[in-house]
């Protein structure tokens, strides 16, 4: 990895556009390069540049505090946060870095940050990165995520390692050299990200502290979770079977009562199915009867539908005649028309005649006049171009002459601005001579006045420091006599907490859990006993019961199923008789209603006495004069017809009725069989079991039984009551003594925290007492470097400021540094503007001299070009003004277009007006041919319509004669109402009318059904005949006791599983304590080889190895820089060691300590410390570029120059090396340069010299 250039802008000190490249001369033939410049010029600044746009971070700023600082309008920003590095007053900054990547290819990246709106006033804008491949700029990555991870992918280094391998923080590995052993190990973890083996012998000495406690606990638990005696579970698992039996009892009945309910509720059910199949059918009934008037007018829209194509016919012949008839009107409107339309188009044609002669003599007329137009247009064209010449030319003489006079002007007013300036400069300079030994050599002063300023804040920094150090010490040790007060109070709440469990278990010791036990077994067994016969004879009582019942159920379902054969068979016997009776009345209806026909009526009329019938030849004519018995007759048949088939209808509805009520009958019956063999069966066996049990000779009559049985429950109740209370209370004196442990536990665990309260602030009052005498040693250093350079400065600023500049220096060293500045700058720009101003006035007085001469030649010019332009111009305006009387100036080719235009529209209006003169006269021809056609199709249309008209007349006579029960239709209008009723609406009205016949069938059979039902229902009463209200509130009551019951069988249920588990965990306990001692034996062992509890013992016996290929790298550099010295780990027998010692292989493999070394040899082999550091960061990657930022500064001229030619020879080894200071010696043996100096206003300049 190599860096080509790093360039950027308003980069904290750095404000204007910088650039480094490191390609070009003289850094790119150059292996060392110092980069030099006052203190706080920014020579670092440079190098964030290099770390914000590789990795958007800067060594120096993640070593701040993350304190907030303020930002413009109010806002904040982080101390870490690298966009503060923009520059105040700034609206945007950028770094760029062009680099080659470990994959050989070269890339520039890039990081920006602005502020909203391009304005210094608004607030910070995230900062921005991107990647793009050279020298193509192909983009690489899109977001800034993905843009940091391409970079760091390409270079091949993180940014911790980058910081190690690329860019050497200063004085980061002379601590590491000298410190203690503990001190290296965090120093080397951390520098080399190997904190997992810190973490690993915490979590050793952490889980073996775990695993100690789990071993207490178990052991704890062990002795609080004791199961039952033998004689306490005994009595719990008979209390259990006694609450079980109980809840089984109030179960059985609880089901007898439920089965009551169910019985109530569908006899209510059936109640409301009746009632409303009975609303139904009325329902269904009285729809049916309303429909009458829509029976009639269905019957009328049927009968009239033989009409609807001869008023079809009608109303079609009629709109034929009337559009004949409109038509007639319009042709004879249209016939006036073209007989108009005929006479002005002859008379336009006259007219159109007259305009084309007119137009034709005009054109003649206009010759002569076109032609001279013509001939003066060319001669004003000609002369047009030279005449707009000639004003060009005089406009710009003039112009000219105009700006050689403001030239003239201008340098006179320059030439008095800058007389004015020497003789300004010239006094300013002699009123403040007294400035002249400062401003000359401000760089100097400068640069020792910021140092003094920096040795200010420091020493005030370490009053500061020292002042806190004191008031932390105070601090600690008033927390730690607090801590101490406390744990002694812990110790006494723990005595008090041992006394209470000791207490507590005395008191649980006191009671006989074997008795309680005993008793409770004895007490079960009785309640189970009890509880058992009661459950036996309940049953039995209950079946007999249900028996009797069932008994009754069954004769009444029984008759019913008789009760319906019975019927079906009469219903079935008459069905024959019914449907022959119908078959023949409806042949009798038929034969009538022929007799009774129009046709046969007719035929009748025409029959003559004595003559014989044209259709059976027969003389004897007997209904020839009877019509009015036949019909009577045929009214009769009708009615019969009715009512035989309403009989066949309501037997069939009958039979459907009774065949449903047997078959529910039959189901009954099977179903009650069924269940009273199954209640048979059962009474046998409780009655068996009845006889076995104890208790049926000692209980009384079965009258009493009900009472004996109570006084029993009553008895054990009590005796239970007595036993629960004192089982209470010994579970009351074990959760007293389990508190008490508790109470005890959270005492040693108080204890225990305050106890290591304590030592942490022993600790701490132990390492600011440290502190305190080291910030006293540095206050003492800061206070002698700071009275240095105030001895140095003030030979000249007292000559410059008076004597009493240090004071005034003191009560604000940046402020009256800057009034120097401004001093000495002023000083500078008077100088410059002196020399500046003499130079100018010189130049002036021979340019203004030149500019004169000048104006006269321009005006000598300017005249004759203005005398050629009023000749041309006078010769134009004559020849348009003679141009301007022929046709008003217009153009000759317009004028002769528009009379040719005029001619041919006159012939085209003529041409327009013959065709339209044709037209009308065939317009006319045309009508009155149509005319002739259309009274003929009047003609033939009003005959049609007579023979149509009559033909519906005659339809609406005979529907008046046959339309008995049907609606009267008057007229054709009163049909074509009754016609408009489409065949769907009838279609629908007829299936209504059918539906409704039906609904009243189905409702008849639906109730027939729903009372049948509820008949066989009320026939299978239960037995007692008690009251649904009474019913409900009985189950309810027993449902609430056996709740009561369930729940303290379910807590017996579960105290025997607690002690179940009890036993379980007894039995596992010793088990599982042994394993956990074997776990606790094992990470014992573990954490007393590894563990620790700041993590140290492992830490240190890891970084051995880390340390070793350390030393191997830093003795390949030193060989390099100084063969005389070896760097080795000193090692022990029995414990890791992290101490360093040299070699001195001049001495014959000497051992010498390292704080031993003089300060020129410290210095090598740090370095030599941090380039193995930074080769065994880069181990993967080629690290071809080197920054090196070390405090030269405190070094002597001895030590400097052992450490420059240390540095020069580390550039043979293929690194481009570039070295931050500021000391002058040092950047005087280094050839090549980047300076940054200061330019006034807290702003620098790079150069590269």
């Not at 006052?38 to 020579?43: D, L, R």
């Not at 120096?60 to 946060?81: E, I, M």
């Not at 809840?247 to 409301?272: I, M, P, T």
């Not at 060293?813 to 120097?820: F, H, I």
Request: proline fraction near 2%.
């Amino acid at each position: 990895m190599r860096i080509l250039r790093i360039s950027g802008k308003n980069l904290a000190s750095l404000a204007a556009e910088f650039t480094v490249d490191f390609e070009a001369e003289p850094l790119a033939s150059s292996g060392l390069f110092a980069i030099s410049g006052p203190t706080g010029a920014g020579k670092s600044t440079l190098l964030d540049a290099l770390c914000l746009a590789l990795y958007d971070a800067t060594p120096r700023l993640l070593k701040r505090a993350g304190s907030q600082l303020p930002d413009v309008g109010g806002d904040t920003v982080s101390a870490l946060d690298p966009r503060t590095l923009l520059r105040r007053g700034a609206a945007e900054a950028w770094s760029e870095v062009d680099f080659v990547g470990s994959d050989e290819g070269r890339y520039r990246a890039r990081w920006s940050v602005r502020r909203a709106y391009g304005k210094p006033g608004g607030a910070l804008q995230p900062s921005k990165m991107s990647l793009h491949r050279l020298p193509d700029l192909v983009a690489i990555g899109g977001t800034k995520t993905e843009v940091a991870a391409e970079i760091a992918q390409r270079i091949g280094l993180s940014f911790e390692q980058f910081t190690r391998a690329v860019l050497l923080a200063q004085n980061e590995f002379s601590a590491f050299l000298k410190t203690d052993e503990n001190e290296r190990g965090e120093l080397l973890e951390t520098l080399t990200g190997t904190t997992i083996y810190s973490d690993i012998s915490r979590r050793a000495f952490e889980r073996y502290r775990a695993e100690q406690a789990r071993t207490q606990m178990l052991s704890a638990q062990l002795a609080n979770q004791a199961p039952l005696a033998p004689e306490a579970r005994a009595t719990l698992e008979a209390e259990s079977a006694s609450a079980d039996l109980a809840l089984q009892a109030l179960e059985a009945r609880q089901a007898l009562l439920e089965q009551q309910l169910r019985w109530h509720q569908e006899a209510a059910k059936l109640e409301r199915g009746e009632e409303a199949a009975a609303q139904a059918l009325a329902e269904a009934a009285a729809a049916r009867d309303a429909a009458g008037e829509r029976r009639r007018r269905l019957a009328t829209l049927e009968a009239v539908q033989p009409a609807r194509p001869l008023l079809a016919e009608l109303e079609r012949l009629n709109g034929e005649r009337q559009a004949a008839t409109s038509s007639t009107a319009k042709l004879e409107a249209e016939l006036a028309a073209a007989l108009e339309l005929r006479r002005q188009a002859g008379a336009g044609l006259d007219a159109a005649l007259v305009e084309v002669d007119a137009a034709e003599e005009a054109l003649r007329a206009a010759g002569p006049q076109l032609d001279r137009a013509k001939a003066l247009d060319a001669a004003i064209a000609t002369l047009a171009p030279g005449h707009a010449q000639a004003q060009a030319a005089l406009e710009s003489a003039r112009a000219e002459a105009r700006a050689a006079r403001a030239g003239l002007q201008a340098k006179a007013d320059e030439l008095e601005r800058a007389r004015k300036a020497r003789d300004g400069a010239d006094a300013w300079l002699a009123a403040h001579a007294r400035l002249a030994p400062m401003a000359s050599q401000w760089p100097r002063w400068e640069r020792l006045l910021v140092q003094a300023g920096e040795a200010a804040a420091g020493l005030q920094g370490s009053q500061e420091a020292l002042a806190h150090t004191r008031r932390g010490a105070l601090d600690a040790g008033e927390r730690a006599t607090a801590a101490a007060a406390a744990l002694s109070r812990a110790l006494e709440s723990v005595s008090a907490q041992e006394a209470a469990r000791a207490a507590a278990t005395a008191a649980l010791e006191s009671f006989d859990g074997a008795a309680l036990a005993r008793e409770r077994q004895q007490l079960e067994q009785r309640r189970e006993r009890l509880l058992q016969a009661q459950h036996t004879w309940t049953e039995l009582a209950a079946a007999r019961a249900s028996l009797g019942a069932l008994a009754r159920e069954l004769d009444h379902a029984d008759t019913a199923r008789a009760t319906a054969e019975r019927e079906l068979l009469a219903l079935g016997a008459a069905a024959p008789a019914l449907e022959a009776a119908m078959t023949q009345s409806e042949r009798s209806l038929a034969a009538a209603e022929l007799a009774c026909a129009a046709s046969v009526e007719q035929l009748r009329a025409a029959l003559a006495d004595d003559a014989p019938c044209p259709v059976c030849g027969g003389l004897d004519h007997p209904y020839r004069h009877q019509d009015a018995q036949l019909h009577a007759m045929l009214s009769g048949l009708r009615a019969e017809v009715e009512r035989c088939r309403g009989a066949v209808r309501a037997n069939g509805a009958a039979q459907a009725t009774q065949d449903a009520i047997l078959g529910s009958a039959r189901e009954r019956l099977a179903a009650l069989a069924q269940q009273r063999g199954a209640l048979d069966g059962r009474i046998a066996a409780l009655a068996d079991e009845w006889e076995q049990h104890p208790a049926a000779l000692e209980a009384p009559a079965e009258a009493e039984r009900e009472a004996w049985f109570a006084d029993a429950r009553a008895a054990l109740r009590e005796a239970a009551e007595e036993l629960v209370r004192g089982e209470q209370a010994m579970r009351q004196a074990a959760a007293a003594r389990d508190a008490a442990q508790a109470e005890l536990d959270k005492a040693q665990a108080a204890r225990q925290r305050l106890q290591a309260a304590l030592d942490a602030e022993r600790e701490t009052s132990a390492r600011l007492a440290a502190d305190l005498q080291a910030q006293s040693a540095r206050l003492e250093a800061a206070s002698g470097q700071l009275d240095t350079l105030l001895a140095e400065l003030d030979p000249v600023l007292a000559d410059a400021c008076g004597d009493g500049w240090q004071a005034a220096w003191r009560r604000e060293p940046a402020a009256w540094r800057a009034a120097r500045a401004l001093e000495a700058a002023q000083w500078a720009e008077q100088t410059g503007l002196q020399t500046r101003s003499a130079a100018a006035i010189a130049t002036l007085d021979t340019e203004l001299a030149a500019a004169q001469e000048r104006i006269a030649q321009i005006d000598r010019g300017g005249a004759q070009v203005a005398a050629e332009c009023q000749r041309i111009g006078d010769e134009l305006a004559r020849m348009r003004a003679e141009r301007g009387a022929l046709w008003q100036g217009r153009a000759a080719l317009e004028v002769e277009r528009e009379l040719g235009a005029a001619l041919a529209a006159a012939r085209e209006r003529l041409a327009a007006r013959q065709g339209a003169a044709n037209e009308a006269a065939q317009a006319e021809t045309r009508a009155r041919a149509a005319l002739g056609q259309l009274a003929q199709r009047i003609a033939e249309l009003d005959g049609a319509g007579a023979q149509a008209a009559a033909a519906l007349a005659d339809w609406l006579e005979d529907y008046r004669r046959h339309a008995d029960g049907l609606d009267a239709v008057e007229d054709g209008a009163a049909l074509a109402q009754l016609l408009n009723v489409g065949a769907a609406w009838l279609a629908q009205e007829r299936a209504a009318l059918g539906a409704l016949e039906a609904a009243v069938t189905g409702a008849t059979v639906v109730l027939g059904e729903r009372r049948a039902q509820r008949q066989a229902h009320l026939e299978s009463a239960p037995a007692g005949g008690q009251p649904m209200e009474e019913v409900q509130a009985a189950f309810e009551a027993l449902g609430q006791e056996r709740r009561a019951a369930h729940d303290t069988a379910t807590s017996l249920r579960l105290q025997l599983a607690q002690d179940d588990a009890r036993r379980e965990q007894a039995r596992s306990a010793l088990a599982e304590i042994e394993r956990q001692q074997e776990v606790e034996q094992r990470w014992g062992k573990l954490a007393e080889l590894i563990g620790s509890a700041d993590g140290k013992k492992f830490r240190n016996y890891a970084q051995q190895f880390t340390l070793d290929v350390l030393l191997g790298y830093a003795n390949a550099h030193l060989a390099q820089l100084a063969r005389r010295y070896r760097l080795e780990r000193v090692t022990y027998a029995n414990a890791p060691s992290l101490a360093l010692m040299v070699r001195d292989q001049d001495m014959g493999g000497e051992i010498r300590s390292v704080n031993s070394l003089s300060g020129g040899e410290s210095f090598l082999v740090s370095l030599a410390l941090a380039l193995g550091l930074a080769s065994l960061s880069s181990n993967r990657v080629r690290v071809e570029s080197l920054f090196i930022d070390e405090g030269f500064g405190s070094l002597d001229s001895e030590t400097l120059g052992v450490a420059m030619d240390a540095l020069d020879a580390l550039q043979s080894l293929g690194r481009k090396v570039g070295v931050i200071s500021h000391v002058q010696e040092m950047t005087e043996r280094i050839a090549t340069k980047v300076l940054v100096r200061p330019a006034g206003g807290g702003s620098s300049l790079v150069i590269v010299e």
